[in-house]
């Protein structure tokens, strides 16, 4: 189980090694992304809070990168955090998710990407519930449920 101390670390020191990389140009991924799934993942933007289509669905299933598809988080581990955007506990594997400080609008923070194609997730905060007391706040445009 991941915890904040593994979050810094792989912040600082460097992240696992992915399953697999994918890489595609700007024009390819505005040709398969809809314009806010690509402002979203691409250029790091978020989503207004409580707007996202997946903040309030907690089907069973396995959350997978919009851009790759590659499983991110499972539905067994997403919870109501109020904080406006969907909230996992736990990526689906200690590969999955790729971190990085982030120090836009006057403060610090985790970034979290998908570690196979680097699309923009959201952010990781050290708040949420035990055992991890993570919190990955997570835009629902950067995701899609794949439902059981």
């Not at 460097?14 to 993942?41: C, D, F």
């Not at 955090?81 to 836009?104: H, L, R």
């Not at 985790?110 to 196979?116: A, D, W």
Request: charged fraction near 25%; hydrophobic fraction near 30%; include cysteine.
């Amino acid at each position: 189980m991941l915890t904040w101390k593994n979050v810094i670390d792989f912040a600082v020191n460097g992240n696992p090694e992915p399953n697999r990389r994918v890489e595609k140009t700007e024009a390819e991924w505005k040709s398969i992304l809809t314009a806010e799934q690509y402002r979203i993942t691409r250029k790091k933007g978020t989503e207004a809070p409580g707007t996202g289509a997946l903040c309030s669905v907690y089907d069973a299933g396995k959350y997978s990168c919009v851009c790759c598809d590659e499983p991110l988080f499972d539905s067994t581990i997403k919870y109501e955090s109020k904080s406006g955007w969907p909230a996992f506990t736990q990526p689906i594997a200690e590969n999955a998710i790729k971190y990085e400080k982030d120090v836009s609008f006057g403060m610090v923070r985790v970034e979290v990407m998908c570690n196979v194609c680097d699309s923009h997730l959201g952010h990781v905060f050290p708040d949420g519930p035990e055992p991890s007391g993570l919190r990955y706040c997570v835009n629902s445009e950067s995701i899609k449920l794949n439902r059981n």
